[in-house]
T-cell receptor, first 114, second 113 residues
Framework: AQSVAQPEDQVNVAEGNPLTVKCTYS??????LFWYVQYPNRGLQFLLK??????LVKGSYGFEAEFNKSQTSFHLKKPSALVSDSALYFC????????????FGSGTKLNVKP | ETGVTQTPRHLVMGMTNKKSLKCEQH?????MYWYKQSAKKPLELMFV???????ENNSVPSRFSPECPNSSHLFLHLHTLQPEDSALYLC????????????FGQGTRLTVV
């Protein structure tokens, strides 16, 4: 069965430090992987995606994610965190066999302290 | 703006009321979705419409009734809801090609009293 896991409910980091938000996935075929961000009282916004090609994917707002097939992971990273990055982050995988199905992780709340 | 617009943004309704949530997308997408987001729970897929045909409803209670009159509009009709139905209801759209992502609306914050 397809699934996505975000093992951390919350990640705390100081402004200027690097951040990592973890995601692991389980799919039967090739994974299409996505990261979304949700600011308070807003809908989800697309950050970046991995379909094929380079394992390091660059996205919006300076975020990047590294696809690791052997570890079935797609961790979100940023070299230097900003207070404005504080938000809820969701990892998602799309089902290759049924393109209408997206599986979302439970979300990770990122807190960036000044 | 993501190109997906939801109205209203906030809704308070009694358990005996009937109301509808509206979603509109101007992206030319051919699939639309309703998701429910409750505190401390994963996003729950409620309904999927692809090419205006409902393809999955995930055993959602019948007090939630979707309608997709065309590829740009999606409604969620609500009646006799329960307080536990209070949540953020998110609409999303996508192009059904497999490689694209979702575009979400800002959501409707629903409170059932």
């Amino acid at each position: 069965a397809q699934s996505v896991a975000q093992p951390e409910d919350q990640v705390n980091v100081a402004e200027g430090n690097p951040l990592t938000v973890k995601c692991t996935y389980s799919v039967s075929g090739n994974p299409y992987l996505f990261w979304y961000v949700q600011y308070p009282n807003r809908g989800l916004q697309f950050l970046l995606k991995y379909i094929t090609g380079d394992n390091l994917v660059k996205g919006s707002y300076g975020f990047e994610a590294e696809f690791n097939k052997s570890q079935t992971s797609f961790h979100l990273k940023k070299p230097s965190a900003l207070v404005s990055d504080s938000a809820l982050y969701f990892c998602a995988v799309r089902d290759e066999e049924n393109f209408n199905k997206f599986y979302f992780g439970s979300g990770t709340k990122l807190n960036v302290k000044p | 703006e993501t190109g997906v617009t939801q109205t209203p943004r906030h809704l308070v309704m009694g358990m005996t009321n009937k109301k509808s949530l509206k979603c509109e997308q101007h992206l030319g997408h051919n699939a639309m979705y309703w998701y429910k987001q409750s505190a401390k729970k994963p996003l729950e897929l409620m309904f999927v419409y692809s090419l205006e045909e409902r393809v999955e409803n995930n055993s959602v209670p019948s007090r939630f009734s979707p309608e997709c009159p065309n590829s740009s509009h999606l409604f969620l009709h609500l009646h006799t809801l329960q307080p536990e139905d209070s949540a953020l209801y998110l609409c999303a759209s996508s192009q059904d090609t497999g490689t694209g992502g979702f575009f979400f609306g800002q959501g409707t914050r629903l409170t059932v009293v």
